[in-house]
């Protein structure tokens, strides 16, 4: 066990990364400000997060399930999440290699409309910088991996959204694919290889490395925390909606219990009816 736990505690490359751990890492940061929901809140639903905590809590959920979806890339390709790059924290949220090059993946977990155009996007009829956030990000990438490998690196930007209510592509940017996470596997699929299998191996090697980046390795113990933290937020944040939808349910059927007795003759079936979100 002793062999064991320093094994663990050893720095980590690259690839042992968490998915959203940089977002995770902000909103635990956030959340342990707040004290703990009394007894009550828990029963009746109160979320548990933070306001500041929460725009990193869904975009660490939104990473998350682009992580999910990249599982399903096969053989030949490899994932690194939350890879550090720049200065203040700043990561890109996937970085892929594979034979068919070099890909950031720039997820953005928004509600409502989206507007893509050749230069600009718009949520909701805001205008965003994610296509000029998304190519500093691959042009960080090529140049950190370029200085790694002693040879030039292109890298594409890719920018997904998770989930949007309504998707509207009037142009497609010319230096950023912009993709629903749904169509986000099809799409890597049928991009041309570029990369022999040395290269591909060549840069996924200097990738892994820390120093490639600019920082230190991880501390291995401390990330398997920090996840084990946001994972209980999780499952309490789930619990929360969970019975919130109960209360509203229940809501609604004992007003129509109030209205099957304001009839007559119904108060034994409506009383049965009013209990059934309770039942368990």
């Given at each position: 066990m002793r062999k064991q736990a320093a094994l663990d505690a050893r720095p980590t490359g690259l690839l042992t990364r968490p998915a959203a751990y940089s977002v995770i890492d902000r909103c635990l940061h956030h959340q342990a400000a707040l004290r703990p929901r009394s007894w009550f809140a828990r029963q009746i639903g109160a979320t548990p997060l933070a306001v500041e905590a929460k725009p990193w809590f869904d975009g660490a959920?939104?990473?998350?399930?682009?992580?999910r979806l990249l599982e399903g890339l096969g053989e030949g390709w490899t994932v690194l999440h939350s890879v550090p790059v720049g200065k203040?924290?700043?990561d890109v949220d996937h970085v892929l290699i594979g034979p068919a090059g070099v890909f950031t993946i720039n997820t953005k977990a928004v509600r409502g409309h989206v507007w893509v155009?050749?230069?600009?996007?718009l949520v909701n009829g805001r205008r965003e910088d994610f296509i000029a956030k998304s190519e500093?990000?691959?042009r960080r990438v090529h140049r950190l991996l370029t200085a790694a490998t002693g040879s030039s690196v292109?890298?594409?930007p890719v920018l997904v959204f998770v989930e949007p209510h309504r998707l509207t592509v009037r142009e497609r940017p010319a230096s950023v694919a912009t993709l629903p996470a749904r169509a986000l596997i099809r799409w890597l699929h049928g991009q041309e290889e570029v990369y022999p299998a040395s290269r591909v191996a060549e840069l996924?090697?200097?990738a892994d490395r820390p120093s490639t980046w600019g920082r230190a390795a991880d501390?291995?113990?401390?990330?398997?925390r920090q996840i084990q933290r946001f994972e209980r937020l999780l499952a309490e944040v789930d619990d929360a909606a969970h019975r919130r939808r109960t209360a509203?349910?229940?809501g609604v059927l004992l007003a129509l219990t109030a209205a099957l007795v304001a009839v007559g003759g119904y108060l034994p079936v409506a009383v049965a009816v009013a209990m059934v979100p309770f039942a368990h």
């Open positions: 959920r939104g990473e998350l399930e682009v992580a203040a924290n700043t155009g050749r230069s600009r996007i500093r990000e691959a292109f890298v594409r996924v090697e200097a501390d291995g113990i401390e990330t398997r509203k349910l229940a």
